[in-house]
């Protein structure tokens, strides 16, 4: 099966930054995905990695290392509307994805 | 307009009643998807299908069944719901290749008495 592990809660103040990570094991693997949600409301696209590195996209970045299973997202200059919950994906290698639980992140004044 | 869209948005149904939820999209995608999420959980993928032809179980198919009527259209259904299927259910689709995104409709809240 799937293993796929992340942090459930994170507390960070206004304009600081925030590191969510998540640590997988799968049987295959073409990718690692983050989305966003929002409290009732469906997922959004964040980034995608296949490749060792970061990648970075405005405030925020994304880092997979394949030989440890391990990816992070960087949520720099937090705001109020990053408040949300963090989904970690991974891509099996048969164009499906298996998600993590889910990294709630509120942010304070 | 929205391109993945769901309905109904919100249900409340009774123990062993049979229910449908449909999903519609125009991003013109072939692979399309069912997800339900509880809290704690996560998503977990029920059916999908990468074409009209093509239906694929899940992690946790047992109680659903599929319909792919069209490229366009793809069906839930809860054909005897029960109270441990009470979840928010998203629809998604996607392109080709393997990073493209999966892009997800509004949802529907289902709550079984």
């Known amino acids: 099966g799937q293993n796929i592990d992340q942090p459930t809660e994170m507390t960070a103040t206004e304009g600081a930054i925030v590191q969510i990570n998540c640590t997988y094991q799968t049987s295959g693997f073409n990718g690692l995905f983050w989305y966003q949600q929002h409290a009732g409301e469906a997922p959004t696209f964040l980034s995608y990695?296949?490749?060792?590195g970061l990648e970075e996209k405005g405030r925020f970045s994304s880092f997979l290392s394949r030989s440890k299973g391990y990816s992070y997202l960087l949520l720099k200059e937090l705001q109020m509307k990053d408040s949300a919950s963090y989904l970690c994906?991974?891509?099996?290698?048969?164009?499906?994805?298996?998600f993590g639980a889910g990294t709630t992140v509120t942010v304070r004044a | 307009d929205a391109d993945v869209t769901q309905t109904p948005r919100n249900r409340i149904t009774k123990t062993g009643k049979r229910i449908m939820l449909e999903c519609s999209q125009t991003k013109g995608h072939d692979r399309m998807y069912w997800y339900r999420q509880d809290p704690g959980l996560g998503l977990r993928l029920i059916y999908y299908?990468?074409?009209?032809?093509?239906?694929n179980k899940g992690e946790i198919s047992d109680g659903y069944s599929v319909s792919r009527q069209a490229q366009a259209k793809f069906s839930l259904s809860l054909e005897s719901a029960i109270p441990n299927q009470t979840a928010l259910y998203f629809c998604a689709t996607s392109g080709l290749r393997e990073a493209d995104e999966q892009f997800f409709g509004p949802g529907t809240r289902l709550t079984v008495l």
């Open positions: 990695n296949v490749l060792d």
């Open positions: 994906a991974v891509n099996d290698g048969d164009y499906k994805l298996s």
């Open positions: 299908s990468f074409d009209v032809k093509d239906i």
